[in-house]
């Protein structure tokens, strides 16, 4: 796990992500399993839940196509999306702040 | 034809690059090989017969990070000087296999941060073409070898330092006893007494002048850097003789390889040997291991020397004619011009001649990013104008060497129409940023968007002349690759608790006086941060007394009265 990732509350939910092995694309866990370059595609689990997720993720990395599989806590916002609580995982679900164009949102 | 088989001599080329070192058959041969060896390890990496942990390093020795939104590929530029041809390969890069951009690094490399890992060998293929790579630019390694970016055309210039780095680059490629070095390892080297290389802030630091018998010697800085552990190098030798070069280097580095630290990555630089030694004693080890070497074999004969420098090719200078007076009329009919010339010009050392700094910092613009179609132009213009030659600085900024005064308005006007004819250069709108958190999966905050809100706040050309010189650098984590330590005016990106905040450091300078900038206090929003600078600087317009820069004021008045401004504003 990223350290600065590992900002997770017991009572908090996360989402699963990573980058894809042929492009280095940031991708995100959506509820059928299939990996999603919108954040808002993803679906979080329940912070108890995901370390026993991961581990059996990480295990098939390489299956998956996937580099550097991890958990992301995430909030809800005020318009009803979900956020990542750290600024670092917000610049990589929503892209470089400094070219909006770049967004794959 | 293989290397074994080929001699230097049968393979040396037919027309040589202005400025940097001619590669040969050998060379391009080599490159080649590397290139087949990085498509299988690639390969075999897609199908899953190397793991992430196993590629990791292989890749890195090729140049190839991770980051936050893609795959990063950095390239060297060996003492900063590029071709035109080059650049074109840079803008092909950045055109097909990147989003448009180029970034030019504080280390005169340029990164490409939209690089697809199945693309990387076609990209190692389009550099090899033009006599590049990206072979040690990360890793525990000697990484790229910097210089001037006026090496060469200089006024103030004592030695040209390209042939001693050149000499260096070719020493420290691939040299199998530091490949794997508790840490990386950086040079750089200068032939003038003014410091515009960052020397004292190297791992090794040289400073070439002309000694006896008209062949250079060397003034070596030892155990500089930034970084968590900002300290300035101690000067080891004043007086290393050009014959003893590599053997002196080689001392150092083995004293480094031995006792350098291992087991804490934060304490592995050799800065902290050389403080945790003291300079005596490591001194003393690098004498000892210097006096037991075969130094015949590493001597560095002054046919060796002219041999290198016999494979760059120079510059063709015209007479001077009335260059300088023409130039002279374009400033007085022109005041645009004129305003540019004063801020983005250097003296050269060829009658009639100038080099000139393209600055990559427009108002509110990305520093040292550069487009395409500019690196097209740049080149354009290097072939017309600068005997196909560019430098990068490590001010993230580009210089053409050589142009005629007679030719510096055309020059302008077609910077100017590729909004590249920004007249800031030193100003408080020069900013040096790192990529930060934007790209960088090491950073904790974003450098660029605060470097934007203040380029944009100072924007006003009169006030920037107002100000005067002043250096900006802003890092986005204590890797500090923007130099913030070096900075007169520093900004460093923190993390509290997930979420970007930022301190700012005064007192910095990376030249002659080298100092590192002191913490002002604790850190801020970016908002705040922006405002805080603004008092900062109307704090200097009040105090200063005549001809002050910023940091002289900065280091007459002393630290409170500025701490106050910004942390009890009235």
Known sequence: MDIRSNRRDADGQSVITANRLLDGITVWRAADGSWKERITESTPVSNTEVEGLLSSLQGKAQELGLVGIYGVQVQDSPDGRIV???????????????HPEFSPL | MSTETMTRAEAAPAVLPVGRYGYDQVDRTF???????????????IAGDLTEEEFKPLRLMNGLYLQLHAYMLRVAVPYGTLGSKQVRALARIAREFDKGYGHFTTRQNIQFNWIKLEDTVAALEVLAEA????????????????????????????LDPRVHAEILRQWS???????????????????SPHDRVVARFHDIGLIARPGPHGRPVFEVFVGGGLGRTPLVGVSLRDDLPEEDLLAYMEAILRVYNA??????????????????????EFRRQVEEEFAAMDRARYRIEPALVEAIKARFGAPDFAPEG???????????????????????????????????????????????????????????????????ELRVTHLQNVVLGHVRQDQLHTVWQRLSQAGLGTANVNFITDIVACPGLDYCALANARSIPIAQKLSSRFADLELQREIGDLRINISGCINACGHHHAAHLGILGVDKRGQEAFQITLGGSGEEDASIGQILGPAMAEDETVDAVARLIDLYLVRRENGERFLDTYRRVGTAAFKDVVYAPA
């Not at chain 2, 087949?36 to 990496?45: A, K, L, T, Y």
């Not at chain 2, 525990?140 to 210089?147: E, V, Y």
């Not at chain 2, 070095?181 to 950086?186: D, E, S």
């Open chain 2, 131 to 158: 006599d590049m790579h990206a072979i040690q630019t990360s890793g525990n390694c000697i990484r790229n070898i910097t210089s001037d970016e006026f090496a060469g055309a200089a006024k103030d210039e004592l």
């Open chain 2, 31 to 45: 490159l080649r090989e590397r290139i087949e060896q990085f498509r299988d390890q690639v390969n075999r990496r």
């Open chain 2, 259 to 280: 006792h350098g630290r291992r087991d804490n990555i934060y304490k592995a630089r050799i800065k902290i040997l050389v403080q945790a030694l003291g300079t005596d």
């Open chain 2, 322 to 388: 009335n260059a300088a007076a023409v130039l002279a009329e374009d400033r007085r009919r022109d005041v645009r011009f004129d305003a540019w010339v004063r801020t983005n010009t250097h003296e050269h050392k060829a009658p009639g001649y100038i080099s000139l700094v393209v600055s990559l910092k427009p108002a509110g613009g990305i520093p040292g990013d550069a487009t395409a179609e500019q690196l097209d132009l740049l080149a354009d213009l290097a072939d017309e104008f600068s005997f196909g």
């Open chain 2, 173 to 191: 490629t691939l040299h199998p006893e530091f490949t794997f070095l508790p840490r990386k390892f950086k040079f750089a080297i200068s032939g």
């Open chain 1, 84 to 98: 990542p609580v750290t600024s670092r995982e917000r610049i990589r679900a929503f892209g470089p702040s400094v």
